[in-house]
């Protein structure tokens, strides 16, 4: 849960002031770190998020009046356990771990001495990583995999339940549910906190890929706010992904990932211009992209293709990155290539979004008219129905047709149903250019 959610149940202190928003920005920071770190220490996923939420509660109440301590992941997981062992005294299950805890705790009372939770550091299998474990915990199969990469995001990527809905282009509510019931279900299943071994592992590496690809989306594009980009997200995720190449070095579609995200990633700094807003991959200074990355993202392409075997959808995907990495410029695009490969990305995981950025790869290579009739196709598919990108694809398509208020009407429909401020103001301003070009 994120400030947003748990400022109502705080107090009538928590108003939206700086402080308040510093906390937001530790919460996005600390959340999945302090989750994981309790998630193993008391052996239950939805006890960990309740003691978490109920240390940011004390944070909404005390940091407005004392300040943000220096180490505040560290006060936040010292308040959890102080939660903890109330919890544990007040059930009397648990005295002798309740009395343990409570002389860690008692032995770190001072703020000023606090550091990383010694919790944090006991690494007790190969992965040796609690943010790790703790994806692999959420993508456990007693879930429905819908449920899986929800309760990642919410764990593990600090996303609040709307921002969820948005990336999954479903109600709310729906996700709320599927939390819940994931939490409870983790919970009466016993699941271990600990990242499975052999046939286990192989079979949910499928879903932890998955759920670290949409945490890197979150990063690369916000749902919402005011910024383009939450730079933390895309590094943790791609992080993650080098830790599973290493983990599985057979697997192609490992390496997939891991270049889709490196590739992408090398274009941060020229996506973003001075004041903020977006620029459009064809506008971006490409002397700006990060050429280490690419020639990472490359190599890692590389060994997904040489491992052989049909390319999954992530290997599909950073193959069109990588056509984009290697143009010089931006005409230098090989859009034929782009499209065949959406080709193929689209008969191995099909969706309406993959045959969204299809039609547009189709318009870049074969004009605008073949990409706006294959937009036009997907105007009542239903799960596109709020995503904005439909509207901007085709007010794309229609201003290179030179149909400039259709075009207008397009980007002003994309501009309200985005979240994202800086888009909104990109969207908006095209708009506005179409009918000032007709006037």
């Known amino acids: 849960m994120g400030l947003g959610e748990m400022t109502a149940a705080a107090s009538e202190r928590a108003r939206p002031t700086a402080t308040h928003r510093a906390i937001d920005a530790v919460w996005r920071i600390e959340s999945a770190r302090l989750i994981a770190g309790l998630a193993r220490a008391y052996g239950d996923v939805g ?48 005295r002798a771990r309740a009395e343990e805890l409570g002389r860690d705790v008692e032995a770190r009372q001072e703020e000023s001495a606090l550091d990383r939770d010694p ?5 007790d ?50 996700v709320a549910q599927r939390i819940v019931r994931a939490k409870r279900t983790l919970t009466a299943a016993r699941v271990p906190f600990e990242v499975p071994q052999g046939a286990e592992r192989t079979a949910r590496l499928s879903s932890v890929l998955g759920v670290i690809y949409l945490v ?3 990063g690369y594009a916000a749902t919402a706010g005011d910024d383009l980009m939450r730079p933390g997200l895309c590094e943790d995720a791609m992080r993650l992904g080098r830790i599973l190449a290493g983990l599985a070095p057979e697997d192609p579609e490992v390496h997939g990932l891991v270049a889709l995200m490196e590739i992408q990633a090398s274009r941060a700094r020229a996506r973003v211009g001075p004041t903020g807003e977006p620029i459009l991959l064809l506008e971006q200074d490409r002397g700006r992209w990060d050429h280490l990355l ?20 992530y290997a599909l995907q950073a193959a069109i990155a990588a056509c984009h990495a290697r143009a010089r410029t931006a005409e230098a695009t090989d859009w034929g290539r782009i499209a065949a490969l959406y080709d193929a990305l689209a008969q191995t995981a ?27 196709q997907l105007a009542d598919e239903p799960t ?27 980007f002003h429909r994309a501009a309200s149903l985005t979240r994202n401020e800086r888009e909104r103001r990109v969207l908006s301003d095209r708009a506005v250019t179409c009918l000032e070009s007709t006037s």
């Open 350 to 376: 099909p969706s309406p979004v993959v045959e969204l950025n299809r039609a547009v790869a189709v318009g870049m290579a074969f004009g605008p008219e073949a990409g706006l009739e294959l937009v036009d």
């Open 294 to 313: 690419i020639g990472h993202g490359l190599a890692a392409l590389d060994r997904a293709e040489r491992l052989g075997g049909v390319l999954g959808p």
């Open 47 to 94: 006890l960990a998020e309740d003691l978490a939420q109920d240390a940011l509660l004390a944070a909404l109440e005390r940091w407005p009046e004392t300040g943000i301590p220096d180490r505040p992941g560290a006060w936040l997981m010292t308040t959890a356990k102080h939660r903890a062992i109330d919890q544990f005294r007040r059930g009397q299950r648990f």
């Open 125 to 174: 299998d190969d992965i040796g990583d609690d943010l790790l474990r703790l994806i692999f915990v959420a993508c456990h199969p007693v879930l429905s995999s819908e449920a899986r990469v929800a309760l990642t995001l919410r764990l593990r990527g600090g996303l609040t339940t709307d921002e969820i809905a948005r990336a999954f282009l479903v109600p709310e509510a729906t």
């Open 119 to 123: 919790a944090l550091d006991a690494l």
């Open 216 to 218: 890197f989306n979150e």
């Open 384 to 410: 596109l129905a709020g995503y904005h990108l439909l509207p901007a694809v085709r007010g794309d398509l229609l201003e290179r047709l030179d149909r400039r208020d259709e075009a207008a009407e397009e």
